[in-house]
RNA sequence: UGGGGCGUCGUCAAGCGGUAAGACACAGGAUUUUGGUUCCUGCAUUCGGAGGUUCGAAUCCUCCCGCCCCAGCCA
């Protein structure tokens, strides 16, 4: 990570953090921590947390703790927290060795909850689930006290250690904080602290029976970990009351204080863990590693650096404002980040044959190519040219469109880093009418240079040598969701995807330089965007590439349709 | 409806009583063997609305309007 990363704009939590070290509240210490539930694997909301989170640590000279929130074993498992665990390194953070577990404090919590319970502060409920329901009131109306509330500490004591001890099935009995069912925040309304659920843990197995809720081991995990800024979203707001209820009654000295603001939300795509697992789980997309998904994994896959998902972070900034950011951004972030480092090759997504009718037949020679034209460092590479080639379906129009700048009759067009090429003849299938192939000829006199008698050939276009091209297999990726807000009417999400968000190409070839691609690897494909190597299903010698994210393309804004 | 949060350009977002940063998007133009990159230019006389305080208000006060969150033994 580089400086100028480290020091992020100012934000208003930052400007907390700030103010704090000045007055020496936390005795010079920032501690954050970040705490997915292991239920489903990391999107970029998350990235914007643990960008936020980590990058705080790191400015500050404090710490970031990983801190898997696993107090409910329904939905949790293994896989996901080796996911996120995997996904949070290559974001690029560390978390030195403060890996924890919620599930790892289960004895202290629940010595807590007995503390609570001695200091007359907590009770065991015995009321059903629908009772406790009702009892609760509504936004307008007072709760009622459970019949429970007044039980003695002995008693309560007595029916805690026995929930514990598997004595009750689930929903008999609950934990409660006695604070006020009267309150106008309902979250205050005696709120839940311990129920009973006789599901085996993914990490503590049948050990336990019973299991804190989240207002109560969340807070009390920051304390234990010294945690100095909780940060958390805007959904919490409510339940800060309750943080600092219980931070209160149980913690001396220093308290972490919890700091919410607003989650993110990304225009074509969703970013609420419940849709998604749908998605996964319907066969909507080939799972959380899609490329389309919004998931690190799939970002990841996609070809997204770490860099410009860090970038796009950094750059929406941290507000309290509800906010649906616009996905052109986040895929500005990676144009940007790719354009500096992708090396540049030559790649025909839809084959047109081209036969260069004056090129000597069984001749081959070699073009010396930079990788990047803006960088030298990155070096050249050989391409080769023969008598066959193939060029983009598109970049050949027999009636050409105005302003258009390719092969079209009597035109010419520069093949890029080689001749000029003069279009003679198109072979139509006699039928259809269809272009089955080109007869051009080329200007033997403009290898790599203009032409020596002064004339402008204004339109350059891609070639891969017939001869020597690697076929491969090209998935083309676009948005998701075809509507902005894909959940805006919640119910039917499903009914705003968009169906041509896969379409794969097969074969389309390549130059034989990226014939033994790293997965993984990304690079430009001159004038049709960004590729990558997929992770999972390209092998040497047989490259399927994803794209990444297209060029910007100001053609496609003239012409008004798409042109890969 | 009770409580809480939030309203600054199409989208994010600075601004913290001294007279509206920046980014994306969009629109022009220059350079270009990627219709890419890069580079210029334009893009809120106005900050949800109405009053008020002040020499001066997006910033302070009052009222109003709108949006979001909370009535899981989820987090």
New binding site residues.
Partial sequence: MTQTEASS????IR?IIENDLKTNKHGGITATRF???P?GYLHIGHAKSVCLNFGIAMQYGGTCNLRL????P??ESLEYVDSIINDVHWLGFDWGGRLFY?SDYFEKLYQFAVELITAGKAYV?????????EY?????EPGKESPYRNRSVDENLDLFQRMRAGEFE?????LRAKIDMAS????MRD??LY???KEPHYRTGTDWLI?????F??CLSDAIEGITHSICT????????LYDWIIEQLITGRRPRQI?F?RL?V?YTLLSK?KLIELVDKGYVAGWDDPRMPTVAGMRRRGYRPEAIRKFCS????????????I??L???V??DL??VAP?AMAVLRPLRVVIDNYPEGQTEEFEVPN???NQAMGTRKVPFSRVIYIERD?FHEN??K????LGPGREV???????LKYERAVKNEHTGEVLELHCTYDKD?????PPDGRK?E????WVSAEHAVPAEIRLYDRLFNVPEPAAESDDFLKNLNNGSLEILTPCYLEPSLKNAAPGSAC?????GYFCADNKDSRPGKPVFNRVVT?????????GQG?I
């Fill in positions: 704009p100012s934000d208003f400007e705490p997915p539930e239920n929130d696993d107090t409910d329904s939905g919620a409920c015995s009321l059903s689930a629908d009772e406790i329901r609760r009131g509504s936004f307008t689930d929903g008999a009995h609950v106008s925040n309902v979250v709120p839940i129920r009973i659920k299991y804190p809720m989240y207002d081991a969340h805007l959904e919490f707001d409510n339940n800060r009351a919410e607003a939300n225009s419940r750059i929406i900034g941290v507000a309290k404002n509800e906010n649906l950011v616009d052109s951004l895929e500005h972030c144009r940007e354009n500096e540049r990047h034209p803006q970049d050409p469109p302003k258009y700048r390719r520069r093949l890029r880093n080689s001749y000029v403009t290898r790599q240079g203009p050939v339109g350059v276009i891609h430009q494909f001159e004038r049709l060029l910007r393309d100001s053609w496609q804004k003239i012409s042109t």
